[in-house]
């Protein structure tokens, strides 16, 4: 009796792994291991790599507005079973709208406000299934269809910030994403010139932190609990 026991549990164990290899297997199929890059500046134009800036290139006072070519998203590392995917699953739009007010300041310039929203249920990685997934799960985007982010402290940028190097600062926000507001501080990447501000970051988070439950594909593939919310924004003068 002991040894057909131990047969069946053997012959049981088996078929799990045998099951679970299947999974890795379409996953790899339906899934494959690539990625998109993380979002970075842009290489800056021969006119924006000099120390100073001209007067005709600093960037002016007033509102400033998200143009073409931003784009914001997600980041998330994907689990087969107990075993990491090969790669991220990454989801972006360019859905995008906000604005900026840059203002003049005794050491340089202030960024005295500031509101970013984009459209969630425009996200698109390079999987429908994926895609479709996020509609009733982790972001529920069908049912939360916005994440908006707004400055609660101005943000202090020195003279050379106009010189157009690239340069660190934080902003300090409220964050909406899910439904849920949270007080936030996003490390940003910025280059600033006469006619465009550019923009890029990011922020890390457990799903909970928003009242988010991790995304499940039949219980094998998972999402890992902590995502990443990535941006790109090109601003240009508002009016100009």
Do not use: C
């Amino acid at each position: 009796m002991n040894n057909r026991r131990r047969l069946i549990a053997a012959l049981v164990a088996g078929g799990l792994l045998v099951a679970v290899a299947a999974v890795g297997i379409i996953y790899l199929v339906i899934f494959p291991g690539s990625s998109p890059q993380k979002l970075a500046l842009s290489s800056p134009t021969p006119s924006t790599t000099g120390s100073t800036a001209s007067p005709a290139s600093t960037p002016s006072a007033g509102t400033w507005s998200v143009t073409t070519g931003s784009q914001a998203g997600y980041r998330v590392r994907e689990q087969l079973a107990s075993l990491p995917a090969p790669s991220d699953a990454v989801g972006r739009t360019t859905a995008v709208t906000g604005t900026m007010t840059l203002a003049q300041s005794a050491n340089g310039y202030s960024v005295t406000a500031a509101t970013i929203t984009v459209d969630v249920t425009k996200l698109t990685s390079d999987q429908a299934r994926r895609d479709q997934r996020i509609h009733s799960q982790g972001l529920e985007s069908d049912r939360y269809p916005t994440a908006t982010f707004q400055l609660i402290t101005p943000i202090e940028l020195p003279a050379t910030a106009a010189s157009g190097q690239a340069i660190e600062v934080s902003a300090t926000g409220a964050l909406t994403l899910h439904g849920v507001t949270k007080t936030v501080t996003i490390p940003i990447a910025a280059r600033m010139t006469g006619s465009k501000i550019e923009l890029v970051g990011s922020i890390t988070f457990p799903f909970s932190q928003f009242g988010m439950t991790p995304p499940s594909i039949g219980g094998f593939v998972t999402v890992q609990d902590n995502a990443t919310m990535e941006f790109q924004l090109l601003l240009g003068q508002s009016g100009a």
